[in-house]
């Protein structure tokens, strides 16, 4: 009597943390939209707290930071700041990208000394996303 009890109690207690573990884990995923073409891609639209470093050949122009605010059309997307900073004005294009399934597709870098293709990474919750070309720029961009 106390064994099928002890087990009933259990068997409750494990279920219960299961939901848990599920519900934890789909707060975890992004948010995504569809595109006509029916494929999905992650959300990336809204504002985003941005730091910009400067490294290797370009690390005497400093690190930055500033708020984009992205808008995505498609699977286009387009990060436009919000504040001035060191060297742009406030609603200048400051990346430029497309999304796929997969994430970032491709991401340039348009600067005052001529465009960077860079890389794209977004984290599996659509908080945070990193952008680099590997040689002298980076964004870290945190969802606001």
Known sequence: MLR??????????LFIFGIAI???AQEQKAKTVKLPSGEEVV????????QIEDYGPWRGYGDFSNILKITLEGNSFVGIRMKNDLYYSSGTEAIRGELDKNGIK???IPTNLGTLDAKGKISEDGKKIIIDD????R???IRK
Not at 4 to 13: H, N, Q, W
Not at 134 to 137: F, N, Q, S, V
């Open 4 to 13: 099928s009890k002890l087990f009933a109690v259990l068997t409750v207690v």
């Open 22 to 24: 599920v519900g934890l």
């Open 43 to 50: 959300d990336i639209s809204g504002e985003w707290d941005a």
């Open 106 to 108: 491709n991401v340039q």
């Open 134 to 137: 590997g040689e002298k720029c």
């Open 139 to 141: 964004y870290t961009l």
